[in-house]
């Protein structure tokens, strides 16, 4: 493969499977501050934005300067709960093997996530991932998903073109930042959202696993006769 074609994956929901300890830590944020925590779906269907901004949709009567507070109680408790081997985040089945092959094949890897550069570099070091990925690209750099500056950053990053990249995620987030900086939205259905809504939300097609992901971008791609 000789053109520069560039795989975006988001990380929770999508690489790996962070929903507990996220649940755990957003537990701990809210009774910190005397709150009740939301339910484990509605802090599902929050999973994917910034920190902020998703505090800002499960409380959304509070002050900006109190969702900024509840993320900073998040942050520190969920730098606690890893330190626990029963809070870690597990790779999805397929993951490791998926994107070895495709970083051999050529393609160039990114991640475009809701985490804290900090936490995506400890999520992907734990797992010896970080070398697979030419760019990293989260909210310390760019607004929130669905906004497209993340996917903007890694197209100047690598020099990829618009039709020639691709942003995998599992939720309607993922789907919308992709549709927005005009790439090709790809979803999965082992993630935090239902496929149907990834394909409302625009989704080209919606993955069931990963031994699907490079049969698809081979009929993406496949040559024009």
């Keep these: 493969m000789t053109d520069l074609r560039l795989i975006m994956f988001d990380c929770d929901g999508t690489l790996v499977d962070s929903q507990h300890v996220i649940?755990?830590?957003?537990?701990?944020?809210?009774e910190q501050h005397?709150?009740?925590c939301p339910e484990m779906d509605a802090v599902r269907r929050v999973i994917g934005l910034g920190l902020v901004e998703a505090f800002e949709v499960l409380v959304p009567d509070l002050e900006r300067d109190a969702h900024a507070t509840l993320a900073q109680s998040y942050k520190d408790a969920f730098g606690e709960l890893r330190k626990d081997p029963l809070h870690m985040?597990?790779?999805f089945p397929g993951v490791r093997e998926t994107l070895e092959a495709l970083a051999g094949a050529g393609y160039l890897l990114g991640v475009?996530?809701?985490?804290?550069?900090?936490?995506?570099?400890?999520?992907?070091?734990?797992?010896?991932?970080?070398?697979l990925f030419v760019t990293l690209q989260t909210t310390d750099d760019a607004p929130s998903k669905p906004h497209p500056g993340?996917?903007?950053?890694?197209?100047?990053?690598?020099g990829a073109r618009r039709e020639d990249t691709v942003m995998i995620g599992d939720t309607v987030f993922d789907i919308r930042m992709a549709c927005n900086a005009r790439v090709h939205p790809l979803g999965v259905s082992w993630g935090y959202h239902p496929a149907g809504e990834l394909a409302d939300a625009g989704a080209r097609h919606v993955l069931d696993d990963y031994a699907g992901l490079s049969p698809w971008l081979g009929r993406l791609w496949e040559p024009v006769a």
């Design 23 to 30: 649940v755990d830590a957003m537990t701990h944020a809210f």
């Design 34 to 36: 005397g709150m009740a």
């Design 89 to 91: 985040e597990p790779l």
């Design 112 to 131: 475009a996530t809701g985490k804290s550069r900090r936490g995506l570099n400890s999520t992907l070091n734990l797992h010896g991932m970080r070398d």
């Design 150 to 158: 993340m996917l903007e950053n890694a197209l100047r990053a690598t």
